[in-house]
């Protein structure tokens, strides 16, 4: 029953991919906002349901969830510090270390794509904007349950997603600029230390 079990997740999971690998080749090529669902089926050899099935909307053929999934670390970081961390210390740790794999060749090849689908895709633009307003909202109520009153919860809030969002910016200009090496990482990481670092002490006078 188990190896059942195991080859089904198998067939789940490598189905899951091929849908993937289709809809990225699809949008890289003609752009996301061109391609329809019925092509990313036909492309991945599947039916219309089946790509539902594993990707409730377009969007999340591209997004793949991967960006809720990196925006809900965030926010366990922050939510599941050890004892003494401060929050903003504890998202400065998670979004400094989190700079370290733009050095990854396959990183920098997921960046590249990413970047230019989503600059030509005013709806996955909306999309990444709407996420993100959800994360801020979020943080801000982590803060708040921590003792910070409303103001301040939303501005705290909406200061560290800012350095975030200026840090995926950031990356992706130089990535689609042709320079991602070490020196990006380090140059990057040392800058966002900096910033969040000079956003902690000015919330916590």
Same mark, same amino acid.
């Given at each position: 029953?188990?190896?059942?079990?195991?080859?089904?997740?198998?067939?789940?999971?490598?189905?899951?991919?091929?849908?993937?690998?289709?809809?990225?080749?699809?949008? $890289? #090529? *003609?752009?996301? %906002?061109?391609?329809? +669902?019925?092509?990313?089926?036909? /492309? &991945?050899? =599947?039916?219309?349901?089946?790509?539902?099935?594993?990707?409730?909307?377009?969007?999340?053929?591209?997004?793949?969830?991967?960006?809720?999934?990196?925006?809900?670390?965030?926010?366990?970081?922050?939510?599941?510090?050890?004892?003494?961390?401060?929050?903003?210390?504890?998202?400065?740790?998670?979004?400094?270390?989190? $700079? #370290? *794999?733009?050095? %990854?060749?396959?990183? +920098?090849?997921?960046?590249?794509? /990413? &970047?230019? =689908?989503?600059?030509?895709?005013?709806?996955?633009?909306?999309?990444?904007?709407?996420?993100?307003?959800?994360?801020?909202?979020?943080?801000?109520?982590?803060?708040?349950?921590?003792?910070?009153?409303?103001?301040?919860?939303?501005?705290?809030?909406?200061?560290?997603?800012?350095?975030?969002?200026?840090?995926?910016?950031?990356?992706?200009?130089?990535?689609?600029?042709?320079?991602?090496?070490?020196?990006?990482? &380090?140059? =990057?990481?040392?800058?966002?230390?900096?910033?969040?670092?000079?956003?902690?002490?000015?919330?916590?006078?």
């Amino acid at each position: 029953m188990k190896a059942v079990d195991g080859l089904r997740a198998r067939k789940k999971r490598e189905t899951r991919e091929r849908i993937a690998a289709a809809a990225r080749e699809l949008f $890289v #090529a *003609h752009g996301f %906002d061109e391609v329809t +669902v019925v092509e990313v089926a036909r /492309a &991945a050899q =599947v039916s219309e349901a089946t790509v539902f099935n594993y990707f409730p909307t377009k969007d999340d053929l591209f997004f793949g969830g991967g960006l809720e999934q990196f925006q809900a670390a965030t926010l366990a970081t922050v939510r599941d510090r050890p004892p003494g961390e401060s929050a903003i210390a504890a998202f400065r740790r998670f979004t400094v270390a989190n $700079v #370290a *794999h733009t050095a %990854d060749p396959g990183a +920098v090849e997921l960046i590249t794509t /990413a &970047a230019r =689908v989503v600059d030509g895709s005013p709806s996955l633009r909306a999309h990444e904007r709407e996420i993100v307003a959800a994360t801020t909202d979020a943080l801000a109520g982590l803060l708040q349950s921590d003792g910070s009153d409303r103001l301040a919860a939303w501005a705290i809030a909406n200061a560290l997603i800012g350095v975030q969002r200026a840090i995926v910016a950031e990356i992706r200009t130089e990535v689609l600029a042709g320079r991602h090496s070490p020196k990006l990482v &380090a140059r =990057v990481q040392r800058e966002a230390a900096t910033l969040l670092a000079q956003l902690e002490t000015a919330f916590t006078r």
